[in-house]
């Protein structure tokens, strides 16, 4: 320790002895060292033109859906007598799902069988002792209002058979109960009262594209799904309906749903959420660069040894990461990733 400050005070002392030589010799220094040792100039950022696959995609989100599902609903308030499912259930289709007190119904269906029956034998009554030959004016009126009376009586009797059939709710389809509005017999419904069958084997993935990019989805194309409860499920899928009338978006746009079938699985349910990439344009074993590199639409910089030389270049298919060159670079050519990256100093002035 010792020798160290030693060495220190000496040389302060020489610093001080001989200041104009000091001063010199820090100079000289400060110099080499920036001839040695240049300031680094901005890097620029480099790839090479190499054959792959450039796939155009457009990207949306969705969810689960199903293409066939039905809401089941009574015609008539009433009485739930009987409930047959809850929410979860398997149902075949023709099983019944509930149905209302019938009392009321009965008594109603009864009544409307006596009215029929008291027109009817009015009616029998009056042509078993006239004819339309010999009946006066008044006694056509009183034939027309008998016949209406019996015609609108069994009417009546068959509006009230259909009113006992329809307070029985069957399902329609094969699937699984997805809502129920009522949990228990013994409440009272109404016409809204609901119940929801889906069939699970008509799920698809439901997107909103929007109107900017519906021009480029056709029916057929692939799709690449990946569902939030589902992440590791890289799903291939394809268009196969897209809607023929827009919808207005949440944020006031317009956008079509584009749906695609998914495989069964059991595990999929409506609702579930997800984000796919449609596959619109696809260019297999060509010659590619990065779209970044691309300038004044069809431009790059080309390094030649330690500078860039503009070129330009034929483009085919463009993605948001990579563009396909037909024309005007050659397998390694190495290109500027970023254009505003390189130095006017290290640009080839063209004549």
């Given at each position: 320790?010792?020798?160290?400050?030693?060495?220190?005070?000496?040389?302060?002392?020489?610093?001080?002895?001989?200041?104009?030589?000091?001063?010199?010799?820090?100079?000289?220094?400060?110099?080499?060292?920036?001839?040695?040792?240049?300031?680094?100039?901005?890097?620029?950022?480099?790839?090479?033109?190499?054959?792959?696959?450039?796939?155009?995609?457009?990207?949306?989100?969705?969810?689960?859906?199903?293409?066939?599902?039905?809401?089941?609903?009574?015609?008539?308030?009433?009485?739930?007598?009987?409930?047959?499912?809850?929410?979860?259930?398997?149902?075949?289709?023709?099983?019944?799902?509930?149905?209302?007190?019938?009392?009321?119904?009965?008594?109603?269906?009864?009544?409307?069988?006596?009215?029929?029956?008291?027109?009817?034998?009015?009616?029998?009554?009056?042509?078993?002792?006239?004819?339309?030959?010999?009946?006066?004016?008044?006694?056509?009126?009183?034939?027309?209002?008998?016949?209406?009376?019996?015609?609108?009586?069994?009417?009546?009797?068959?509006?009230?058979?259909?009113?006992?059939?329809?307070?029985?709710?069957?399902?329609?389809?094969?699937?699984?109960?997805?809502?129920?509005?009522?949990?228990?017999?013994?409440v009272n419904i109404t016409v809204t009262t609901t119940f929801t069958i889906t069939d699970p084997t008509s799920l698809n993935f439901?997107?909103?594209v929007d109107e900017a990019d519906i021009g480029q989805v056709k029916i057929g194309q692939n799709v690449n799904v990946s569902l939030?409860?589902?992440?590791?499920?890289?799903?291939?899928?394809?268009?196969?309906?897209?809607?023929?009338?827009?919808?207005?978006?949440?944020?006031?746009?317009?956008?079509?749903?584009?749906?695609?079938?998914?495989?069964?699985?059991?595990?999929?349910?409506?609702g579930m959420n997800g984000n796919a990439d449609i596959i619109v344009g696809e260019a297999k074993n060509v010659l590619a660069i990065?779209?970044?590199?691309?300038?004044?639409?069809?431009?790059?910089?080309?390094?030649?040894?330690?500078?860039?030389?503009?070129?330009?270049?034929?483009?085919?298919?463009?993605?948001?990461?990579?563009?396909?060159?037909?024309?005007?670079?050659?397998?390694?050519?190495?290109?500027?990733?970023?254009?505003?990256?390189?130095?006017?100093?290290?640009?080839?002035?063209?004549?």
């Open positions: 320790m010792k020798i160290i400050k030693d060495l220190f005070a000496r040389i302060k002392a020489l610093v001080l002895s001989h200041k104009k030589l000091s001063l010199l010799f820090l100079a000289i220094l400060i110099a080499a060292g920036y001839f040695l040792f240049p300031k680094g100039g901005p890097t620029v950022l480099t790839q090479a033109a190499k054959t792959e696959d450039v796939i155009r995609t457009v990207s949306v989100t969705g969810n689960v859906d199903s293409d066939n599902t039905v809401n089941l609903t009574f015609q008539t308030a009433g009485t739930l007598d009987y409930l047959g499912i809850k929410v979860g259930d398997t149902v075949k289709k023709g099983q019944l799902i509930a149905s209302l007190n019938k009392d009321d119904l009965w008594a109603a269906f009864r009544q409307a069988q006596q009215d029929f029956t008291a027109a009817k034998a009015a009616s029998e009554q009056y042509y078993s002792g006239h004819t339309n030959a010999t009946e006066s004016y008044d006694e056509k009126v009183q034939r027309t209002a008998l016949d209406a009376a019996q015609n609108k009586a069994y009417d009546n009797m068959v509006i009230a058979q259909k009113a006992i059939a329809n307070s029985n709710l069957y399902s329609t389809i094969d699937g699984i109960v997805t809502k129920a509005d009522a949990q228990s017999a013994g439901k997107m909103e939030d409860s589902f992440p590791n499920d890289n799903l291939k899928l394809i268009v196969d309906k897209i809607d023929f009338v827009s919808h207005l978006t949440s944020s006031g746009g317009n956008a079509f749903y584009v749906k695609a079938n998914l495989p069964e699985n059991s595990a999929y349910r409506v990065p779209s970044s590199s691309i300038f004044d639409d069809n431009y790059v910089y080309v390094k030649q040894r330690d500078k860039f030389e503009k070129k330009k270049i034929r483009l085919g298919l463009q993605s948001d990461t990579e563009a396909e060159v037909k024309s005007g670079l050659l397998n390694g050519d190495i290109v500027a990733v970023d254009p505003s990256s390189v130095p006017s100093n290290l640009i080839i002035k063209t004549k």
